[in-house]
Each structure stands twice: as C-alpha cells, then as structure tokens.
C-alpha cells in the first residue's frame, strides 16, 4: 500500500505537469521541482539524523510523497528538455539520453546502496545531494541562455 501511494504521487504529478507545462514552461517547472526536492530532502536529512534513522512510519511517507511528486515533475522535463535541440533524430537522442542516465544513476545508485545501513540516513542524504548536484548542474547549464517569456492563453 505504500509503495501504491507514493506511485501515485508519481502519476498525479505527471497529470499535473501535463497541465502546468503549458502555462508556464518546462523550465521554471524544472527549477521549483528541483528547489522543492532540495529543500524537502535537506529537512528530511536533518529529520533523520534527530531520530537516529528511524523516523515514524508517518513521517517518512510525509518525506516520500513530496520527493516522489517532484520526481514526477523531474522526468519528462528534463527528458524533453535533453532531446528538444535532437528532434530531427528523436529515436536515436531517445536511446542516448535513456543510456547515458542509466549509465550515470548506476555507480550514483551503487553508492548510496552500499552506504545503506538498515536507517533512512543514507538514502536520505543521496537524495539531498544529488538533487543539490542536480540544481547546480541545471543552472551551469543555463547560465547562457536568457530566460523564456511565456505566454498565457488567457
């Protein structure tokens, strides 16, 4: 049941991207998802050292559901985001930027797994970190690139 709910964060916040991409852009979307993600995920480092890596059960899906929900945000910008100047070979960029992921999230992944010791302490700061990595990485990215003016259809 757990699992359900926190894959249901997944799934509402693609329904809600699926809205929000529209008015504002993927980009701010990308920015508040992954300032959020930084921000949940540093209380919940602080929240997880204070009870010793066993916050209550509440606690740590209260933790969960927002990170999932950002993490649903998260995927398809960022993927479109990856492939958008590659469209005129879109099923070759697709394949590149699923490998290239992959091929990065496995050493991160292996990382924060072996550092697992039976509490929410290690994956707690994996997430921290690598959502920080992650906003660091986006706005040297863009530290070029003029910010786009969107436009209501209001």
Same mark, same amino acid.
């Given at each position: ?74 995927? &398809? ?8 100047? $590659?469209?005129?070979?879109? &099923? ?15 050493? $991160? &992944? ?7 010791? &039976? ?10 970190? $690598? ?5 660091? $990485? ?17």
């Amino acid at each position: 049941m757990f699992f359900a709910i926190n894959a249901l964060a997944i799934g509402l916040a693609s329904f809600v991207n699926g809205r929000l991409v529209m008015r504002y852009g993927m980009r701010p979307l990308v920015k508040i998802a992954l300032f959020a993600l930084c921000s949940i995920a540093l209380l919940f480092v602080g929240i997880a050292l204070l009870t010793a890596g066993q916050p209550p059960l509440w606690m740590l899906m209260a933790y969960l559901i927002p990170c999932f929900f950002c993490l649903g945000i998260l995927f &398809g910008n960022m993927n479109a985001l990856a492939m958008k100047p $590659l469209g005129h070979i879109a &099923g070759v960029s697709s394949a590149v930027v699923g490998s290239l992921s992959t091929f990065v999230a496995i050493p $991160l &992944g292996t990382v924060i797994g072996q550092a697992y010791n &039976g509490t929410v302490t290690p994956p707690a700061m994996g997430f921290a970190v $690598l959502a920080f990595s992650a906003l660091v $990485l986006m706005y040297w990215a863009n530290r070029d690139q003029p910010e786009p003016v969107v436009v209501s259809e209001e």
